[in-house]
């Protein structure tokens, strides 16, 4: 597949994430960068703890209060989300990317019927005039909050470089960092005065016009509806020129449902009039994961997440949901990111895969490439850690010893070298950088170095590709007869 | 395997009913309805299926968590529990079945006949019902010590306010193990077994990681040196990377202790790589049951074919061509042609009625 003159959806480019905790910064994501093409689905491996939800959940700005975005970017048309305010924020979690969670009970509310929760967001959303006066005063608005928000970040910054800093006892940086961050604030203290005054004179301007446009449109309908009544027509269509002007004021109920309603029998709900009254409880696991499913296509998004959408779930009824998944993508030409750490679930969606270990992607490229062509040890030794339908119970799987470092102490060099039966000397001491296997193939190991001794794959790994290469080559000469 | 040998533990009939609820809302949930299988020695039996098929209840009956409803439980030739559903019902027809004789009767010599004959089935009944009664209440440790589980969730099933020592003490402690001295020296042999450390033994479960603490579970469960362990999912709950240790561990004990095991999960890849003769289970009833490459092979029952068809492997060659097959209970018509559990095939068995069953012996054949 050519990825290479395809559009970029989201950008991610060098992602740091930090948790503040009492033991210190735990050092969750530490510089992560990839793209996403429109259309395709890029599935994101690794253990617990590797990052993978973490960078998701940065990408939709739903970090806990304690995580900090340290450096780094995630461009999504043309904006920075790590930089733009919650209030712009808005404008896109949900509405351009959606997102679907792992346990498909505890993110649906028990006590509320399955209808309103799908309808509630658009009804929030729905306001329309309320929106139009956020459009309007667009400008002004978003100069106020992001210069907030650039104050928030400048302190947080400063926070983590202090404590940096303290850790390494250089009292006379601190001063003048101290000194810098002060000029620093006066001035943006200034620009925040600045743009709340010009805010202030805009609003009402904006609220008038809202209203005058409001007071025609009502005219408008009364004209329509008396001249229908000397018609004649038909209740009903009076009954519709009605709603049609309630459905300038906001989104109706009738309207949600209408929508509700389409989404779901779109998602594969039998009996989507009955099921809309319903409580969660009343329904199965992976019914249950189409209603969530159903919640975040409402919104129409262009980029869809995945986290661990289908570990809670049966086999059967996972590739169900896969299937649902893979047809609503091809449908609504969709990116998904796609989190898991079962790599046969990899393998049937991914277009890509990006194997995370301890914060960081080790390798990346297409998914014929990692499955069929691994370079770097930890996807060898994730490849060959699970049985597979051929192997024997005399053979014993690969196991990786020991485990993940821990991300208060980010260790030096490669991550994975505690673990790593092919580490060399070098990878103690300095990380290695990405090195290129193929246009779309990078792997983060100093095996790959020019220098680096020649090192093959496990036996048992290779074993199994060439089995399944084998197996690929006899199914394609008997296609052909 | 030898067929001939007398089975570890066998099967015949159990069902366990779970009951809620009182008068127009009782509920009867059928978890496990009639399953009979046997568990030869030094094998690894596995039972699959999806969430809310029974499986775990079948292995927490057997392990006499639960009383069961019906059916009896062999283990090591001992019955260990037995359900006295089906005796009950026995005897309310027999009741039933001598009124209406009677009704139909005006000899008065001929009725004493009758209500003797049916006292004395309904008597043997009874002291059926009190024997089993008496069998799943009896705590026979020195024959339930051969039997130990390992459960799924190595976090939830391990005492946070125990040292590790206790823990795997705990079962040793129950047996009457009293000497302190012999207690130690089995732990620190346990915690080696597993590939963990003496010095481990002073610690609490939270200070271990998810593969370490299901070590200390399996060093638990091993303890009594039992000669038959349940593992019900015993690395669902882990990393990828983490799981493969527990499974060789796993593997270990069966080739260097002849330990059998009753395992219970719902990965098929790892079923496969692991056990000798799988279960499929379905609502409560074993759909089929085969040598695992049998099983592969050669599905029979259209929820086997359903489920295997369902497992993503890690081949994108392959899951781009594969193509799952759905499951439609409603294909049974058992209206009036009743299914029962049969042997199609030595070591074969699968659930059919007559029509089914012959139409699956002939695609064995084909």
Same mark, same amino acid.
Request: aromatic share 8%; with cysteine; net charge negative.
């Given at each position: 597949m050519n990825t290479t003159n395809r559009r970029v959806k989201l950008s991610v480019r060098d992602l740091t994430v930090s948790f503040r905790t009492i033991q210190g910064y735990v050092r969750a994501v530490r510089g992560v960068s990839f793209d996403l093409y429109e259309g395709e689905t890029l599935a994101i491996v690794g253990e617990s703890g590797s990052g993978k939800s973490v960078s998701s959940k940065a990408i939709m700005g739903i970090l806990e209060g304690n995580a900090i975005i340290e450096k780094g970017k995630i461009i999504y048309e043309n904006q920075d989300l790590t930089k733009i305010s919650e209030e712009n924020f808005h404008l896109i979690r949900g509405k351009k990317i959606g997102m679907i969670f792992q346990d498909p009970l505890s993110s649906l509310n028990p006590i509320m019927r399955i209808g309103k929760q799908i309808t509630e967001a658009m009804l929030i959303n729905g306001k329309h005039l309320k929106n139009r006066l956020k459009e309007l005063v667009h400008e002004p608005r978003m100069k106020y909050v992001?210069?907030?928000?650039?104050?928030?970040?400048?302190?947080?910054? =400063?926070?983590i470089k202090i404590a940096d800093l303290k850790k390494e006892g250089k009292k006379e940086e601190i001063a003048e960092l101290k000194a810098q961050v002060k000029t620093q604030l006066i001035d943006i203290n200034q620009r925040i005065k600045e743009a709340k005054a010009e805010l202030k004179k805009q609003i009402p301007m904006a609220k008038k016009k809202i209203k005058d446009d409001w007071k025609n449109e009502k005219l408008k309908a009364k004209e329509d509806i008396k001249a229908l009544k000397e018609q004649g027509a038909p209740r009903q269509a009076i009954r519709d020129r009605k709603e049609q002007l309630r459905r300038y004021k906001c989104v109706t109920k009738k309207e949600a449902k209408e929508r509700a309603l389409k989404v779901?029998?779109?998602?594969?709900?039998?009996?989507?009039?009955?099921?809309?009254?319903? =409580?969660?409880?009343?329904?199965?696991?992976?019914?249950?994961?189409?209603?969530?499913?159903?919640?975040?296509?409402?919104?129409?998004?262009?980029?869809?997440?995945?986290?661990?959408?289908?570990?809670?779930?049966?086999?059967?009824?996972?590739?169900?949901?896969l299937e649902l998944i893979n047809r609503i993508k091809a449908e609504r030409n969709l990116s998904v990111i796609f989190i898991t750490h079962d790599l046969g679930v990899v393998a049937n969606m991914a277009d890509r895969v990006a194997v995370m270990y301890a914060g960081k992607i080790v390798e990346i490229g297409t998914v014929e490439e990692i499955f069929y062509d691994p370079r770097h040890p930890y996807?060898?030794?994730l490849l060959s850690s699970m049985p597979d339908l051929d192997a024997d119970s005399k053979e014993r799987l690969l196991y990786i010893p020991g485990t993940p470092p821990n991300m208060l102490f980010p260790p030096k060099g490669d991550a994975f070298a505690e673990r790593n039966k092919y580490a060399m000397r070098i990878d103690f001491e300095l990380e290695p950088p990405f090195f290129k296997v193929t246009d779309t193939h990078y792997a983060a190991t100093w095996l790959l170095h020019p220098d680096a001794p020649k090192t093959e794959m496990p036996e048992i790994l290779k074993k199994r590709i060439a089995n399944m290469r084998n197996k690929h080559v006899l199914e394609e000469v008997k296609d052909n007869e | 395997m030898n067929k001939n040998e007398q089975p570890i533990l066998s099967v015949r009939g159990l069902k366990q009913y779970f009951k809620s609820g009182f008068g127009r809302n009782k509920l009867i949930v059928k978890a496990v309805d009639d399953i009979s299988f046997d568990i030869y020695r030094g094998e690894v039996f596995s039972l699959v299926g999806e969430s809310g098929c029974g499986k775990t209840t079948t292995g927490r009956t057997i392990i006499k968590l639960?009383?069961?409803t019906d059916g009896e439980i062999f283990f090591l030739g001992r019955r260990i529990a037995a359900g006295t559903l089906s005796l009950k019902e026995e005897i309310k027809r027999i009741k039933a079945e001598t009124k209406e004789k009677l009704r139909a009767i005006t000899d008065e010599t001929e009725k004493a006949k009758i209500k003797e004959e049916s006292e004395k089935r309904i008597a043997e009944l009874k002291a059926e019902i009190e024997q089993r009664k008496i069998d799943t209440k009896r705590e026979d440790r020195e024959l339930m010590k051969k039997m130990q589980m390992i459960f799924q969730d190595p976090v939830a099933s391990l005492n946070p306010r125990m040292v590790v020592k206790e823990i795997i003490a705990e079962g040793l402690r129950i047996a009457g193990e009293k000497n302190d001295v012999v207690i130690t020296k089995r732990v620190n042999e346990m915690l080696n077994t597993v590939g963990l450390l003496p010095e481990h033994a002073t610690r609490y479960p939270h200070e271990f990681s998810g593969g370490q603490r299901q070590r200390i579970g399996v060093a638990r469960a091993l303890a009594t040196s039992p000669e038959f362990i349940i593992a019900d999912e015993p690395v669902s709950a882990l990393d990828v990377s983490i799981r493969a240790q527990v499974i060789n561990l796993l593997n270990d004990l069966r080739d260097n202790f002849g330990i059998t095991i009753l395992f219970v999960a719902h990965d098929l890849s790892l079923v496969k790589y692991f056990s000798d003769r799988i279960a499929v289970m379905y609502y409560g009833k074993i759909v089929e049951m085969a040598d695992k490459n049998e099983l592969f092979n050669n599905p029979l029952h259209p929820y086997t074919r359903s489920l295997l068809s369902a497992v993503p492997l890690p081949d994108p060659y392959y899951e781009r061509k594969r193509v799952r097959i759905p499951y439609n209970p409603s294909v049974h018509d058992y209206r009036v042609d009743k299914p029962s559990f049969r042997e199609i095939k030595p070591g074969h068995f699968v659930y059919a009625n007559d029509e089914e069953f012959e139409r699956y012996k002939k695609e064995l054949k084909d």
């Open positions: 992001n210069t907030i928000q650039e104050k928030k970040d400048l302190i947080n910054r =400063y926070k779901m029998r779109e998602v594969g709900i039998p009996d989507p009039e009955k099921r809309f009254r319903q =409580y969660p409880f009343q329904f199965s696991g992976g019914m249950r994961q189409r209603i969530v499913i159903a919640i975040a296509l409402t919104l129409d998004p262009d980029i869809l997440i995945c986290d661990e959408p289908t570990t809670a779930l049966d086999v059967t009824i996972q590739a169900q949901i996807t060898w030794a | 639960y009383e069961p």
